[in-house]
């Protein structure tokens, strides 16, 4: 199979190459389209909080249609169907894994890194592979979206919303878009805010019915939210979020950061009583949720797609204008006009 293949930071090849032979397999699927994260931005940069080995196949939003079952393990699933895989593959055995938090698993083996990722024709999964399944149709590039709907769904999830409160997102990548979206459309009360320098992302917003500030006019919102969502990975970003929430706000953090960051902790516990939450990875309600709501809403979300990249072209993805708009896609097999 063709394989995008990270040999170290800013060396890729495109090489014919077996399935992942680590692991008893439970099932293998045709990829259809995989998201394009900041982690993968990361990976190719070598700069990130990591501890990789290359070289590897990289790839962890996957989308893909089952091709092959192992007839030993039992499953739900059967050939044809489309499904969406999360990231990291539990071991069922530690103590996480008995609390059913899979997500949380301890051992930590991943797609993408450990195992050979979606940035290729074909993918194995591991038996124990977190896979849910499309029942309805969706369209290909929506279904790359599967993991990173899931990861703002989670995040809503990670702290108790309630009726017309004030909500802040730090940035409108690809999950802060998503959540901007989910938000909308799933608590109309919440009174939604979005921390954005892009006019374009601006216009959007506002065609949404969504308000939008920039960092040099937060200032103008301080002590008012009672949420703030970090989706951005940037430090600047964080502290004037904690200046922008109430004195008993909830933070909940859920973007990547390159490097340590220093803030004044008498934000949280001095000047104001704040809750610090920290996000992880989508778990298996907040797939399901993700599957259901892409499902029901994909003709509005097109949007969110804001680049398509193959084999031929997929080193030009990081330097892009469009992998900082909203979410790029993989796409093994480019459908015509894509």
Not at 51 to 59: F, Q, R, T
Not at 98 to 124: D, L
Not at 204 to 224: N, P, T
């Amino acid at each position: 199979m063709k394989t995008i293949t990270l040999n170290g930071p800013g060396s890729v090849s495109v090489i014919d190459q077996e399935l992942d032979q680590s692991f008893e397999r439970m099932a293998v699927l045709r990829v259809i389209s995989s998201g394009v994260s900041a982690a993968d931005s990361y990976l190719w940069s070598g700069n990130h909080p990591w501890n990789i080995s290359y070289p590897i196949v990289p790839g962890h939003e996957i989308f893909g249609e089952v091709i092959a079952l192992n007839s030993s393990v039992e499953t739900n699933l059967e050939i044809g169907t489309k499904v969406a895989v999360q990231v990291n593959v539990p071991c069922y055995e530690c103590e996480l894994c008995e609390k059913k938090k899979f997500n949380m698993c301890s051992v930590r083996k991943h797609f993408g890194s450990t195992f050979k990722g979606s940035f290729a024709e074909e993918i194995a999964l591991p038996i124990g592979s977190r896979v849910h399944t499309y029942q309805d149709h969706i369209d290909d590039l929506i279904g790359g979206l599967s993991e990173t709907m899931a990861n703002a769904i989670y995040c809503s999830r990670r702290t108790q919303l309630q009726d017309e409160e004030s909500v802040l997102i730090l940035g409108m990548g690809s999950i802060g878009a998503c959540l901007a979206q989910y938000l909308k459309s799933s608590y109309p009360n919440l009174k939604i805010t979005v921390l954005t320098s892009s006019d374009e992302k601006k216009l959007v917003l506002e065609k949404l019915g969504i308000k939008h500030v920039s960092l040099s006019e937060i200032e103008s919102i301080k002590d008012s939210c009672d949420v703030v969502f970090e989706t951005s990975g940037y430090a600047e970003n964080f502290k004037a979020g904690l200046n922008s929430l109430k004195p008993t706000g909830r933070a909940v953090i859920y973007g990547v950061f390159q490097k340590e960051m220093i803030f004044d902790f008498n934000q949280v516990s001095e000047f104001k009583e704040l809750t610090l939450i920290g996000g992880h990875l989508a778990d298996d309600n907040a797939f399901e949720m993700s599957i259901e709501f892409l499902t029901k809403y994909q003709d509005n979300l097109k949007y969110l797609v804001s680049n398509v990249v193959g084999f031929e072209n997929f080193t030009s993805a990081f330097s892009n204008p469009k992998f900082s708009q909203f979410k790029t896609i993989f796409q093994p097999k480019q459908r015509i006009g894509a």
